[in-house]
């Protein structure tokens, strides 16, 4: 093992540790989601059979769960393991991506980049919380490199029929994991084709239709989220219109981009009113870093592949959350090494008239800033203790439940995970008796509800702070009933 693979495997190896400080108890459920996966992953493995809720979330990350569901019993750590495991691969996959195209880069010090990404994301604020999580970000992260490093790794080569059945593999698994795998697969098959690798692009359509076929047929009938997704998508974009949705979650996702690579939430939070122009900025950056990646120079009418898999996958995905109806800082997770290329990328363009040493600085002072500014988020992370959820009310649930008992809860996931009882997610309905109605039709008997507004009619302005089904829509719709 050289010097570079040493210093690599001892960083995974200081992350890991770092991560495992931030296991605590108490940690899952709060999010709802990591509870529906582990409901689910049990489901499939045959240890639970009461909670059927599977159509509310993609299945790919449920599925990579199942072995470890099946012999983790009771114990959710070996779940929060695999999101650890998958946390640490994907640091390597960063290592050997940008290792190899930093060489046919432009960069004057390629190592340095490649460590500077490497070291920046691995210690960035958010793979400190969600690397321990047992939520699909970590998973969808190493998928959507796996699938960039196949690419890389059949880029000069003759086709080859197993080349083509991996890349589509990589590309569906990626899809089943989160809907956005669909936009790492598009840009793959755009830069082939722009490459004149038409053979390759066709069979690798080829299979990666078959392989997908089943999520969007729902061929296994245990219910496609493929649908849940694209009406999510699909209601805002046609009653509020394209324009209101953009101009309501483009703000979001830019502001998330620059705070969680850059910023952190402690220098957010007291930003204020210069946020959104700190984040404009952020993104010009990036922008004039894509654009620098993907040109040869010399050649602005020429391209290079693999940085332009980057440029269109990273554009597709900001696009896609500019106009998605869900938010949240953990969306950026998947796109943090792309965000640090074009980033560096930039900065080597800013200072290109200067010597190879003056260069190498810049990478040097940008990347140890942006690490000391995460630090001290870190140390928050770490030292911040973990509300407990609700202790009497499961502990009550458990001991007085009946084996006939069903409950209604805006929470159903984690709801089941604490207690064990069947429960299920109320939906909006236009009045009273529609919703009683759809209590009794589900055989409810008891009910665990916040004062959230279940009735559509209650929604008179947006957003609103409503965990219910309607949440998203009613950021972008006026409701007139």
Known sequence: MNKKNLAVVLIILIAGMFYSLNIKPGQIGHLNDDAYYINAARWFAG???????????????????????????????????????????????????????TRANTFAAAGGVCFSILLLTAFNHMNLIFSTMVMSEE??????????????????????????????????????????????????????????????ALYTVFFFILLVLPLVTNSFGIGSSLDKYLNELLFPMLYAGPSAVLKTNSAYFLKDISAVSFFTEVIRSRMGIFEIYAALVVMAVILLGLWTAVRKRGKTASFRSVPSVFAVYFVLYTVFHMIWPAKGVRFVIPILPFIYYFFFSAIDFAVSGSSIVSRRKATVFFTTLILIVSAYQN?????????????????????SNKKEDV???????????????????????????????????????????????????????????????????????????
């Open 47 to 101: 240890v639970q059979t009461a909670q059927k809720e599977l159509s509310s979330r993609s299945l790919g990350f449920a599925f990579l769960l199942v072995p470890v569901a099946r012999v983790a019993g009771d114990s959710l750590l070996p779940f929060r393991m695999v999101s650890l495991l998958f946390t640490l691969a994907s640091l390597w996959m960063i290592f050997l991506i940008f290792r190899k195209k």
């Open 407 to 481: 409950f209604v809860s805006e929470t159903a996931d984690r709801f089941f995970l604490k207690t064990g009882v069947k429960t299920i997610l109320p939906v909006v309905y236009t009045s009273p008796d529609d919703f009683y109605y759809f209590l009794i039709k589900k055989g409810v008997t008891r009910a665990a509800l916040y004062r959230n507004l279940l009735l559509s009619t209650e929604y008179k302005e947006f957003p609103t702070p409503s965990a219910g089904g309607i949440k998203r829509y009613a950021m972008y719709v006026k409701n007139t009933w």
């Open 139 to 200: 998973a969808y992260l190493f998928f959507s490199l796996l699938a960039l490093w196949l690419f890389i790794r059949y880029e000069n080569r003759d086709f080859s029929y197993r080349a083509s059945f991996c890349q589509a593999l990589s590309l569906a698994v990626l899809s089943y994991i989160r809907p956005e795998g669909f936009l790492m697969a598009f840009a793959v098959f755009v830069i082939l084709v722009f490459s004149r690798r038409n053979r390759d």
């Open 379 to 399: 140390y928050l992370i770490l030292i911040t203790p973990v509300p407990e959820l609700f202790p009497e009310t499961f502990a009550y649930v458990k001991s």
